[in-house]
């Protein structure tokens, strides 16, 4: 496209110069694609105007070919970008059945750029940004940044040259290590150096002097707590294997002790442990019913948490005594309207002067996603930072008393990175930027530590000889990253949900390991995905701006279109005739009970009144199997049945050991149900029969955490992915 006329134009708190290729909001640079700039800049000049799609791609990237699934990425990312006008409402608008037009109010300056400038101190600069992809040195930084620090950008055979001479340089042997310096997004230093090598590190916390941090990791057994000195690497187990796992870590200011929340997928409500920092008696705060970790006032004297309450409708911010005593909710997000993160996160981080709470919030708006406000310990009151979202936030701290750290998750393209904001700036800067993924998270000593996560994951054919109580794997792919879904097609080959492209799309390939391709583009495929038995078409959860709703596909998955409209419908299953799915509906501010979505007409009715996890239904249709909590009795989780129609309890399976993935399928012969073991390394499967007789345990489904199965046809066969994750703690200066 032809660079925008030479002048600046103001629209709300930003500022458009096109001669510099430069968008400011409130005075800060705005860090941007060129598409997006590029389309920024076509809708500003055309401001008002109601423009075709097709005007805007001919206009914007002329004489090239650009799906109009591009035209829409780009316009989400726009938005995310521009966020909403004063009073709300989107600055570019979609005009249903033409097009998008930009709709705000903008101010046009003329801007003498060409005038002589006497004396500067500021400088221009250049990026050429390269990524790579190491598999033989996984300390390799992926990502690399050259910077002309002149005041003029060098010239068009300058720039090929040493474009050329940067590939050179990674095709050749440079390398760049962990612990080396790197660019952060923000133009400074950054550098990352490993705390851990074991690649089995689940969860991390630290000391706010800087002195320890403290970390558990995958163990045959379970998952044990460790605690690691700083400055000089020792490092001293505190507690041994545990079947549960931990899903909250926190040390108190006087860095006297660590507060763990475990989790048994067997046991109803997570618990709050706190034991000495070397190690010692373990006592449990009751009354404390939270699945993330704590955060603790300067003082120590006080701690925040989330929860779920569903009797109130409400995930809730509270605070209490550092005993579990005085509890009170302190804010509360309504179903259906917001919500807390309130389950493997660390989603509130007390300030250092102790006035405020920074909290990660999912807004259930028409923009969702999830951003940060400041709470007031003392009245609740709420501060927002800033408007800008992210698909999910879970893990917050505060690096100063300005300025606070946090994950921010993206759906697509699929990446968790660390980013910064200023509490009274609003400021967001992305700290880092690279082929990783990032969780946990936490400030000491004025650095951040988190878990650097680096998965690979396999599918697998296994053939299952229940005489032997064995299954024999087939691997058919292997790739880095996950692989979070997989199931049998109507011809026997194999779908499943890879990040290859950049993005959460659905791939096919052969049961032999040919034929790999991508079948869909700008899916979002998220949560589930079931298979017609009669046409082989395909209904899958897809996420978009914070909400979850049911799509339809052709077994090629072409002519892709809405089932259902959320806000929160997940974990799909056909019924064996095609002509209706159940599926979950809840997540994080809706309780989680069964629905049916009726094929034809679209229409939802409910499955029976109680709280049901990923149903499924029969082979013969008649029965669905499901998780909850069984309240009435133990408190554990169990595999309950009731009548697909009419929704009546049948009764209910346990588990003979316990459970640590909560999938569960149907055998085809409708006779038992599988359900995924994990012995801290190797995958095993269980099949319960439904008449209560005993289980039979099939070992030889791979090593790793299973992330999906199902069953073949004929029951003899099953397909599975594994992931292996290589996660170790990183300490990162910026």
């Given at each position: 496209?032809?660079?925008?006329?030479?002048?600046?134009?103001?629209?709300?708190?930003?500022?458009?110069?096109?001669?510099?290729?430069?968008?400011?909001?409130?005075?800060?640079?705005?860090?941007?694609?060129?598409?997006?700039?590029?389309?920024?800049?076509?809708?500003?000049?055309?401001?008002?105007?109601?423009?075709?799609?097709?005007?805007?791609?001919?206009?914007?990237?002329?004489?090239?070919?650009?799906?109009?699934?591009?035209?829409?990425?780009?316009?989400?990312?726009?938005?995310?970008?521009?966020?909403?006008?004063?009073?709300?409402?989107?600055?570019?608008?979609?005009?249903?059945?033409?097009?998008?037009?930009?709709?705000?109010?903008?101010?046009?300056?003329?801007?003498?750029?060409?005038?002589?400038?006497?004396?500067?101190?500021?400088?221009?600069?250049?990026?050429?940004?390269?990524?790579?992809?190491?598999?033989?040195?996984?300390?390799?930084?992926?990502?690399?940044?050259?910077?002309?620090?002149?005041?003029?950008?060098?010239?068009?055979?300058?720039?090929?040259?040493?474009?050329?001479?940067?590939?050179?340089?990674?095709?050749?042997?440079?390398?760049?290590?962990?612990?080396?310096?790197?660019?952060?997004?923000?133009?400074?230093?950054?550098?990352?150096?490993?705390?851990?090598?074991?690649?089995?590190?689940?969860?991390?916390?630290?000391?706010?002097?800087?002195?320890?941090?403290?970390?558990?990791?995958?163990?045959?057994?379970?998952?044990?707590?460790?605690?690691?000195?700083?400055?000089?690497?020792?490092?001293?187990?505190?507690?041994?294997?545990?079947?549960?796992?931990?899903?909250?870590?926190?040390?108190?200011?006087?860095?006297?002790?660590?507060?763990?929340?475990?989790?048994?997928?067997?046991?109803?409500?997570?618990?709050?442990?706190?034991?000495?920092?070397?190690?010692?008696?373990?006592?449990?705060?009751?009354?404390?019913?939270?699945?993330?970790?704590?955060?603790?006032?300067?003082?120590?004297?006080?701690?925040?948490?989330?929860?779920?309450?569903?009797?109130?409708?409400?995930?809730?911010?509270?605070?209490?005594?550092?005993?579990?005593?005085?509890?009170?909710?302190?804010?509360?997000?309504?179903?259906?309207?917001?919500?807390?993160?309130?389950?493997?996160?660390?989603?509130?981080?007390?300030?250092?002067?102790?006035?405020?709470?920074?909290?990660?919030i999912n807004e259930h708006d028409e923009s969702g996603g999830s951003r940060i406000i400041l709470v007031d310990p003392k009245v609740g009151n709420e501060i927002s930072v800033a408007d800008q979202r992210w698909d999910i936030i879970e893990n917050?701290?505060?690096?100063?008393?300005?300025?606070?750290?946090?994950?921010?998750?993206?759906?697509?393209?699929?990446?968790?990175?660390?980013?910064?904001?200023?509490?009274?700036?609003?400021?967001?800067?992305?700290?880092?930027?690279?082929?990783?993924?990032?969780?946990?998270?936490?400030?000491?000593?004025?650095?951040?530590?988190?878990?650097?996560?680096?998965?690979?994951?396999?599918?697998?054919?296994?053939?299952?000889?229940?005489?032997?109580?064995?299954?024999?794997?087939?691997?058919?792919?292997?790739?880095?990253?996950?692989?979070?879904?997989?199931?049998?097609?109507?011809?026997?080959?194999?779908?499943?949900?890879?990040h290859a492209s950049g993005r959460r799309e659905l791939w096919q390939i052969g049961s032999d390991g040919s034929g790999q391709q991508q079948l869909t583009v700008n899916s979002n495929l998220t949560f589930g995905m079931t298979v017609s038995p009669?046409?082989?078409?395909?209904?899958?959860?897809?996420?978009?701006?914070?909400?979850?709703?049911?799509?339809?596909?052709?077994?090629?998955?072409?002519?892709?279109?809405?089932?259902?409209?959320?806000?929160?419908?997940?974990?799909?299953?056909?019924?064996?005739?095609?002509?209706?799915?159940?599926?979950?509906?809840?997540?994080?501010?809706?309780?989680?009970?069964?629905?049916?979505?009726?094929?034809?007409?679209?229409?939802?009715?409910?499955?029976?009144?109680?709280?049901?996890?990923?149903?499924?239904?029969?082979?013969?249709?008649?029965?669905?199997?499901?998780?909850?909590?069984?309240?009435?009795?133990?408190?554990?989780?169990?595999?309950?049945?009731?009548?697909?129609?009419?929704?009546?309890?049948?009764?209910?399976?346990?588990?003979?050991?316990?459970?640590?993935?909560?999938?569960?399928?149907?055998?085809?012969?409708?006779?038992?149900?599988?359900?995924?073991?994990?012995?801290?390394?190797?995958?095993?499967?269980?099949?319960?029969?439904?008449?209560?007789?005993?289980?039979?345990?099939?070992?030889?489904?791979?090593?790793?955490?299973?992330?999906?199965?199902?069953?073949?046809?004929?029951?003899?066969?099953?397909?599975?992915?594994?992931?292996?994750?290589?996660?170790?703690?990183?300490?990162?200066?910026?």
């Open positions: 496209m032809e660079r925008l006329s030479a002048a600046q134009f103001r629209f709300g708190e930003f500022e458009l110069d096109g001669e510099r290729r430069k968008l400011s909001h409130a005075g800060r640079e705005v860090r941007m694609k060129a598409k997006a700039f590029d389309l920024l800049c076509y809708l500003v000049e055309n401001r008002g105007k109601q423009l075709t799609k097709s005007e805007i791609m001919d206009g914007v990237w002329p004489g090239q070919f650009v799906e109009e699934n591009n035209l829409s990425v780009q316009i989400s990312a726009l938005r995310k970008i521009l966020g909403t006008q004063i009073g709300g409402g989107h600055f570019v608008v979609t005009i249903p059945g033409k097009g998008y037009s930009f709709v705000a109010e903008v101010e046009e300056r003329g801007v003498a750029h060409n005038e002589v400038i006497i004396e500067t101190h500021s400088r221009s600069q250049v990026v050429i940004e390269e990524e790579i992809v190491t598999s033989s040195d996984e300390n390799a930084v992926e990502r690399t940044q050259l910077r002309f620090p002149d005041r003029t950008r060098p010239s068009t055979r300058t720039t090929a040259i040493l474009v050329g001479v940067v590939a050179l340089l990674f095709t050749g042997a440079a390398y760049f290590y962990i612990g080396s310096p790197q660019q952060s997004e923000a133009g400074g230093s950054l550098e990352l150096s490993k705390v851990t090598s074991t690649g089995r590190i689940t969860n991390v916390a630290a000391s706010a002097d800087g002195v320890y941090a403290v970390f558990s990791q995958t163990d045959p057994g379970g998952e044990s707590l460790w605690l690691h000195h700083l400055a000089t690497g020792a490092q001293q187990r505190i507690m041994p294997p545990t079947e549960a796992r931990f899903v909250g870590l926190a040390v108190t200011p006087d860095t006297n002790f660590i507060y763990a929340t475990t989790f048994s997928t067997n046991i109803a409500d997570p618990k709050l442990l706190r034991m000495p920092i070397l190690g010692g008696p373990v006592e449990e705060i009751s009354g404390i019913t939270t699945g993330a970790s704590v955060s603790f006032s300067p003082d120590g004297r006080q701690m925040a948490f989330t929860r779920s309450r569903s009797s109130e409708k409400q995930t809730q911010l509270m605070i209490a005594d550092a005993d579990g005593s005085n509890m009170r909710v302190l804010l509360g997000a309504d179903y259906g309207k917001r919500s807390f993160a309130n389950f493997r996160a660390s989603p509130v981080a007390w300030s250092p002067d102790g006035t405020m709470i920074a909290a990660a917050v701290v505060w690096t100063n008393s300005e300025n606070i750290a946090f994950i921010g998750h993206s759906i697509e393209p699929s990446a968790s990175q660390i980013w910064t904001i200023g509490a009274k700036t609003g400021a967001a800067t992305q700290v880092t930027n690279d082929l990783n993924a990032y969780n946990w998270l936490a400030s000491s000593g004025g650095k951040l530590l988190a878990v650097q996560k680096r998965p690979t994951s396999t599918v697998e054919i296994v053939e299952i000889d229940e005489k032997t109580k064995s299954g024999t794997g087939r691997e058919i792919l292997r790739e880095s990253g996950l692989i979070e879904l997989v199931d049998f097609g109507s011809e026997g080959e194999v779908l499943y949900l890879s009669v046409d082989g078409s395909i209904v899958f959860a897809a996420t978009e701006n914070g909400k979850h709703f049911l799509k339809i596909a052709d077994k090629e998955g072409k002519n892709v279109r809405k089932l259902s409209e959320g806000p929160e419908d997940l974990f799909p299953s056909f019924s064996p005739d095609g002509r209706a799915v159940i599926f979950q509906r809840g997540l994080r501010s809706l309780p989680l009970v069964a629905e049916r979505i009726d094929m034809n007409d679209g229409s939802r009715t409910p499955v029976g009144e109680s709280y049901a996890a990923r149903p499924r239904i029969s082979p013969d249709g008649s029965t669905t199997a499901y998780y909850f909590i069984d309240t009435e009795t133990d408190g554990r989780w169990k595999i309950g049945l009731m009548s697909s129609n009419e929704g009546k309890f049948l009764g209910k399976l346990t588990f003979p050991r316990t459970i640590e993935e909560r999938q569960l399928r149907w055998h085809p012969s409708g006779l038992s149900i599988g359900q995924i073991i994990y012995d801290g390394e190797n995958v095993g499967l269980l099949l319960i029969p439904i008449n209560g007789g005993e289980a039979v345990q099939i070992a030889g489904l791979g090593s790793g955490r299973t992330n999906s199965f199902n069953w073949s046809i004929d029951g003899k066969r099953i397909v599975i992915s594994n992931t292996q994750h290589s996660q170790d703690v990183v300490r990162i200066s910026y």
